[in-house]
């Protein structure tokens, strides 16, 4: 690894800390896409898989008097019946294959967190979150991107933030331990994974304050905002990367 890709992933470990501190999603939206601009794809992914983790144990933890596990349950017990899916994915797909994949992903989960407003649900429904939570699950071990299918459908019916948050933090936290699990016995975590994941450790912590004195001061109207341009601005660099593999 040299030391231009180690100090991006600083970098922009930092950014994308500070993005999921703020929303509760996000952190691969923003790491995998630019990072696998100066990086492969596959440890871009598994970076982000690692780093997000990390980050996500200690928000779960502030937010854990609000989670409803009976609303939380279903929606986890797809998402393990999808990871062992996303990490055969990851591991068989050609690299700029798994970059066209990752576009998808971004830009139509910004469009339909876009039009969400339109949806509503008075409280989850069990057959549409079991689907959900495998989408998700399988997302997230093959891109690390299991954020979109959630955001979504949480949208539908929860729009109080700290609900919000810990609906999602409730899901991604149990999902992301297993899928680490899954990508070690997959020999997916190499030399290169862990010290990049050493390495932007603290700019992780770091970025998690920033993202924490920023959410204390926005209104719900910014927060949704902040989310509908992460998820946007986050699809053109992915497009951007997407082109580079094929040029």
Do not use: N
């Not at 440890?43 to 989670?67: F, I, K, N, Q």
């Not at 010290?195 to 927060?223: D, K, M, N, Y």
């Not at 660099?237 to 580079?244: K, P, Y």
């Amino acid at each position: 690894m040299s030391a231009e890709v180690l100090a991006a992933a600083i970098a922009i470990a930092f950014l994308a800390a500070a993005c999921e501190s703020l929303t509760a999603f996000g952190f691969a939206l923003v790491m995998v896409p630019l990072l696998s601009l100066a990086w492969e794809v596959k440890p871009a992914v598994v970076t982000s898989t690692l780093l997000g983790t990390l980050l996500l144990m200690p928000l779960l933890y502030e937010v854990r008097g609000h989670v409803r596990f009976g609303w939380v349950a279903p929606l986890l017990i797809g998402s393990f019946a999808g990871i062992p899916a996303g990490i055969l994915v990851l591991d068989r797909i050609d690299a700029s294959a798994l970059e066209i994949v990752v576009a998808c992903v971004v830009i139509v989960a910004g469009l339909l967190v876009y039009l969400s407003p339109r949806l509503s649900l008075e409280r989850p429904i069990v057959p549409l979150s079991l689907l959900v939570g495998g989408m998700s699950g399988a997302l997230r071990a093959a891109t690390s991107m299991g954020g979109p299918p959630a955001v979504l459908y949480v949208l539908t019916f929860e729009r109080e933030v700290e609900r919000f948050r810990a609906m999602l933090l409730a899901l991604f936290v149990p999902s992301s331990l297993l899928t680490i699990a899954g990508l070690a016995i997959a020999g997916q975590i190499s030399g290169d994974v862990l010290t990049a994941t050493a390495a932007g450790l603290p700019a992780v912590a770091l970025g998690a304050l920033v993202g924490r004195w920023a959410r204390a001061r926005a209104s719900q109207g910014v927060f949704r905002l902040a989310v509908l341009a992460l998820l946007f601005a986050s699809s053109g660099a992915v497009l951007a990367s997407a082109a580079g593999g094929f040029g």
